[in-house]
């Protein structure tokens, strides 16, 4: 068998026109309509490779049969369109016999995989033997078909793929770090799980990659088809298939698979579980997963080789501007006559409502106050299950005396490839990327002096709308009469919802260190008391800000 999609010695005959068969030496190849986009299989007779071919079946609306170990029924609805007569619909069928029983398998894979293509919206239906098995995947029992239906939606515009290829951190890193690890794509076969554009099977395939399975859920499978069949060299070892990973049957296991799995906080989108799913459905075993490993900083650790790691970092942070900010947003809420009405009942509700929004921008390093510490996510051995709820501990030692408002959390990822390790991170000071970072603001910020623990959790909890709930706490001893005494924490607590981000700057601004924030503190403190102000009354500070459309990554 030449490739997945193409089988020589056939031999075919349509049944339903009471034609001859075709004796052995036909070809049946499996592809895209240059025309619609569509699926076809073609059916072509040996030898006239040249001519149309003989028999196009359209797999949009076609079943397969099972006639015996080798041969099948393909049916499919067709149409004739004479001048000036009425359209004609018919069904036509088509006998194919293959060589052999594998090939015969590998034939009926081939035809529900490239009929998957144009299931959408009917995911978890395999055709098998002509009948449709009603199934629901992992997928569609633990997510809301609405937000899945959004969600693809997204992915599916080209405006939303160009923003993460523009993002040159990002597709450099992944760039860099196949090309430099040839080796370990040469000959392979490959996964792309989430292939969107298909940018990663491209460039697996320019690494040498046998044979690339690019499996894309959203409608941008049909654009990754264009540009795949655009890049001939390349795509010829490319296979588009429109589906979820979680669904797709693909005819061989992959050697690698590669992804870009990661959303703000690393696990935004919930897409970690179809890669983790992905390995287990789609990898041989001992395959490799690229990228394998991450973290940032302290203490530096090594993983085995093709581990896929992934880790979150975290820190407490020091920022009197956002904090204020923050609370003067919900200030309209203050308002005793807004065209007669007195808005105030609603201050509270509106107050907590902004402090429920994580903030995504690029903050300057040296507002965190401690060390940062991470989180470990183990790929290559973790259950899909263990990214439902993620549970950390939080321990740091404050650098400086200054108000802590929240933390800080970002992420690394590493390409631990055979020949060149090379991490991707989105760490503040870093250049930056499409994801930011991320920081959850306490209504209640914490007064801590230089050297003291400042403990808590952050326990990210996952719901059916692709996204986590974010329960943090932060807790500090308090310092003065009594503290000796010990016992007396000052406890901060958020609930904010991951999914309902609020995008703020698109770069760095130049902020002013915590130690810079304690000198200037008189005129950057409201007027009023600290109650006042964590009520949202300080005086109007207004930072100019950037709204970003960055939807989901
Ligand atoms: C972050 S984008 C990455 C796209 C592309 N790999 C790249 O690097 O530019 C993730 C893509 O995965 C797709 N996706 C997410 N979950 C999927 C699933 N369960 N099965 C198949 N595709 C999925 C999305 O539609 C989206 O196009």
């Known amino acids: 068998m030449a490739s997945p999609d193409l089988f020589p010695n056939v031999s075919f005959s349509d049944v339903s ?8 030496g036909a070809t049946a190849a499996f592809g895209v309509d240059a025309t619609s986009g569509g699926p076809r299989l073609s059916l072509v007779r040996a030898g006239k490779p040249e001519v149309e071919p003989t028999i196009e079946i359209d797999l949009s609306d076609a079943q397969i049969f099972k006639l ?4 099948w029924l393909c049916v499919s609805d067709e149409s004739e369109a004479k001048a000036g007569v009425d359209e004609k619909s018919f069904s036509r069928a088509v006998k194919v016999v293959l060589r052999t ?10 035809f529900q995989r490239w009929k998957q293509r144009v299931i959408s919206g009917k995911t978890g239906e395999l055709l098998e033997n002509g009948s449709i098995i009603a199934s629901r995947s992992k997928f569609d029992t633990k997510i809301e078909a609405s937000s899945a239906k959004m969600y693809f939606h997204y992915y599916g515009q080209l405006l939303h793929q160009q923003n993460m290829l523009q993002d040159f951190v990002r597709t450099g890193t992944y760039y860099a770090a196949v090309m430099e690890n040839r080796s370990d794509f040469e000959g392979r076969v490959v996964v792309d799980v989430g292939a969107g554009s298909g940018i990663l099977s491209l460039f697996a395939a320019q690494a040498g990659a046998r044979h690339v399975y690019a499996v894309e859920a959203s409608e941008m499978a049909e654009h990754a088809q264009r540009l795949i069949s655009g890049n001939p060299s390349l795509g010829q070892r490319i296979t588009v298939i429109k589906g979820k990973v979680e669904e797709v049957e693909l005819p061989e296991k992959a050697d690698i698979l590669i992804s870009e799995p990661m959303g ?3 696990v935004n989108e919930r897409m970690l579980e179809s890669y983790v799913i992905a390995r287990d459905r789609l990898l041989a075993p001992n395959g490799k997963m690229f990228p394998t490993t991450g973290r940032t900083g302290f203490p530096f650790v090594k993983f085995s080789n093709f581990s896929y790691i992934l880790q979150i970092h975290m820190a407490p942070f020091s920022d009197e501007y956002l904090y204020v900010e923050m609370a003067n947003k919900a200030l309209f809420w203050q308002q005793h006559n807004f065209f007669g009405v007195d808005l105030t009942p609603l201050h509270g509700s509106a107050f907590q409502g902004y402090f429920s929004q994580p903030v995504v921008d690029a903050f300057d390093p040296r507002l965190l106050i401690s060390p940062p510490t991470y989180h470990t996510l183990d790929f290559t051995n973790m259950k899909e299950e263990e990214l439902y709820e993620i549970d950390i501990p939080l321990s ?4 400086v005396g200054t108000r802590v408002h929240g933390l800080a959390c970002w992420f690394d990822v590493l390409f631990n490839g055979s020949t060149v390790q090379r991490w991707l991170t989105t760490a503040p000071g870093s250049p930056t990327t499409h994801w ?3 920081r959850c603001v306490l209504s209640q910020p914490l007064y801590v002096m230089a050297g003291q623990e400042i403990t808590g959790r952050l326990h990210l909890v996952a719901h059916s709308s692709q996204s986590y709930t974010i329960y943090l706490t932060m807790s500090a001893k308090m310092w003065g009469v009594g503290a000796e005494q010990g ?14 981000p609020y995008y703020r700057l698109s770069q760095p601004q130049s902020y002013m260190t915590s130690q810079d924030q304690q000198q200037q503190q008189p005129s950057l403190q409201p007027q009023g008391s600290e ?3 964590q009520e949202g009354l300080s005086p109007g500070i207004t930072i100019d800000q950037v709204d970003q459309d960055c939807g989901l990554h």
């Open 101 to 110: 029983e594998a090939e015969s398998k590998a034939f009926s894979l081939a």
């Open 396 to 399: 740091f030692v404050a650098s």
């Open 264 to 266: 703000t906080l690393l």
């Open 531 to 533: 109650q006042q102000m």
């Open 487 to 500: 016992g007396i924490l000052q406890t901060s607590t958020g609930k904010l919802e991951l999914k309902e």
């Open 68 to 71: 015996g170990p080798k041969e």
């Open 436 to 438: 930011y970072q991320l």
């Open 17 to 24: 026109a009471g034609a001859a068969p075709v004796a052995d």
